[in-house]
């Protein structure tokens, strides 16, 4: 039980000194990552830069001790900085007392949401979100996040639009504003990490340029040149926030609680689930994970830590740096701590401009250009999911990309049940085997067996559209047409329509003098066939383990029949 809830017990089981040395190792590499890429999130959430350092605190803490995941980062993150952003933004001034806390509350709703979804076993909504529309919905943010850096690396004020596209057409139309300083010290930013990168991976960028920025300002005091700064970042560890749970504040930020919750379920566990194909040496349990997460942000509001989330980023660095356990988050939570005692006032001449520049840098990864030609090339109707999320987000903003998104997911699943893949069947000459006649040219058929499987559960979405098919294909063999076959095999799960749909095919192939055999039903159906009755109603003698067998028993005289009968139904019971 013990090791079931806090799954570092196990992970650390037969630890070895070098593994303590590796995760130590991995902890202050991330540590570096997170602090310059903690306060740029935080400032992209419309937050006091502190707020993204206290996010690496607490949060990772109680993820080392409850996460499933060994190499898992989580923390501050660009997607969830920015739906925290809009949503907020709505209903509080950005940067105000009243804004702050209502993050705050929102980072602890967030948390009781996610915990609830782990709980009661609520890992599985989040696969209404589908892959293509993940993508689209992650590429139009990387857009939005993008454009909404311009007034920091431009370095002049751009007002607060309802809509992206007014942002990027008021920037344009004040281009002369420009501060040269701002947009020289951004690019200078973004091309140092990006030459960094292309060295190694591994030196981290980040961190320079916030430590060269900073100095640089400080030394040729920049910002009496219009340079925009970071000015003072309070010293110590947070102090304890108690959120104001009042029912009118819950309801203004219900819908960012949403948003944000979903979104980070599905970033966390996708991350989680890719690791743990990397290295297949334990096993993510979603349903934990949740619990894990909803207490890191639960836990981290009473902390003032910003909302967190997977970042894709700090994992795989993590990951390479062999990390092998929860301990290197708990390792990068101290340094986070000492970092925050004793570092705070050197970053009072942090240019914001620098922020922009590691925001911009982080989002380029959002992007997903291969993707998207990827589902175009090989699925046109998921193409059309993408795209129709990407332009909604992108012209409408972030939660109406969300809420698309999970909408057009949930008719997707819907569509593609509501016309289920029906195949007839044919013998294969000389075996046993029954394939599709459509994709096997050589499969053979008779006049007066017709041979369908029917491949989704039965139930009310698709029960119309099974009888129709079963009609349709048994009046176009109306003259010679004895027995049908209904492959069950790949039948899942049968509802209450589904069993009605069934009874009323049953009844009218016998007003058409057909039979009806079942084979190879699953076991949860043949008891539904069986508390409903129908069982007994279509005859266990007409019921088979396989295909082959309901055929050669149609072709055997009364005889063999008896004696096949009695085999069969051994063998079913």
């Known amino acids: 039980m013990l090791k079931s809830l806090f799954p570092i017990i196990d992970s650390v089981r037969g630890y070895t000194p070098k593994d303590w040395r590796t995760d130590i190792l991995a ?3 991330v540590a570096i990552m997170l602090v310059p890429q903690g306060m740029a999130y935080a400032y992209l959430a419309g937050m006091p830069p502190i707020y993204g350092l206290y996010a690496g605190l607490v949060p990772l803490f109680i993820y080392g001790l409850f996460g499933t995941s060994r190499q898992l980062s989580i923390g501050p993150v660009a997607v969830s900085a920015l739906l925290v952003l809009t949503g907020v933004s709505q209903i509080a001034e950005v940067g105000t007392p009243e804004y702050i806390s209502l993050v705050l509350l929102a980072g602890f709703l967030i948390g009781v949401f996610q915990l609830l979804l782990g709980l009661f076993k609520g890992g599985f909504l989040v696969n209404f979100l589908s892959h293509p529309v993940i993508i689209g919905f992650t590429s139009a943010a990387a857009i939005i996040i993008a454009i909404s850096q311009l007034k920091d690396a431009f370095g002049f004020v751009i007002p607060r639009f309802a809509h992206t596209y007014q942002t990027l057409v008021y920037t344009i139309q004040h281009l002369a504003e420009t501060n040269w300083v701002s947009l020289t010290v951004c690019l200078s930013s973004l091309l140092i990490m990006l030459a960094l990168r292309r060295i190694s991976r591994a030196i981290p960028g980040a961190l320079i340029v916030v430590v060269l920025g900073t ?30 749970l009042s029912w009118d504040n819950i309801r203004l930020v219900s819908t960012t609680v949403f948003t944000v919750g979903i979104i980070g379920v599905v970033e966390c566990i996708s991350i ?6 990397k290295h297949q040496t334990y096993v993510i349990r979603p349903n934990q994970e949740l619990l894990a997460i909803g207490l890191s942000k639960i836990a981290g509001a009473f902390f003032q830590a910003l909302p967190s989330s997977g970042s894709f980023t700090r994992s795989a660095v993590n990951d390479d740096s062999g990390a092998k356990s929860g301990v290197s988050s708990i390792f990068t939570a101290l340094i986070i701590a000492l970092t925050l005692i004793f570092l705070t006032p050197l970053f009072f001449y942090l240019p914001k401009a620098v922020l922009a520049a590691i925001i911009l840098l982080a989002v380029k990864s959002l992007f997903d250009f291969k993707a998207a030609y990827h589902l175009w090339k090989i699925h046109k109707g998921d193409f059309a999911m993408m795209l129709i999320t990407f332009i909604i987000t992108l012209i409408f903003g972030i939660e109406e990309g969300v809420i698309t998104g999970v909408l057009i997911s949930l008719l997707a699943v819907l569509y593609r049940s509501a016309k289920p893949h029906i195949a007839v069947l044919g013998q294969l000459p000389g075996t046993t085997v029954y394939r599709n006649l459509n994709r096997f040219e050589q499969a053979e058929s008779r006049d007066d067996i017709l041979i369908v499987r029917f491949d989704d559960q039965l139930y009310f979405s698709n029960a119309e559209a099974f009888k129709d098919c079963i009609k349709t294909l048994v009046r176009e063999r109306k003259d010679f047409l004895r027995l049908m076959i209904l492959d069950a095999s790949s039948i899942h799960d049968i509802d209450s329509s589904g069993l009605l749909a069934l009874e009323e095919v049953f009844n009218f192939l016998q007003r058409h003098q057909v039979k009806l055999y079942l084979c190879s039903v699953i076991g949860p159906v043949r008891d539904m066939l069986h508390k409903s009755g ?19 028993y149609f072709k055997s005289d009364e005889r063999d029949q008896n004696r096949f009968r009695a085999a069969n139904q051994t063998n079913l019971d």
């Open 215 to 244: 100095f640089l300002a400080w030394y040729f005091d920049l910002a009496a040149l219009g340079l925009a700064i970071v000015g003072t970042v309070p010293e110590g560890l947070p102090e304890l926030f108690i959120p104001d």
């Open 534 to 552: 129908l069982r007994e109603k279509i005859g266990r003698e007409n019921q088979f383990l396989k295909i082959h067998d309901a055929v050669t």
């Open 27 to 29: 902890g202050i590499t």
């Open 272 to 277: 989680a689930k890719v690791l743990e194909g």
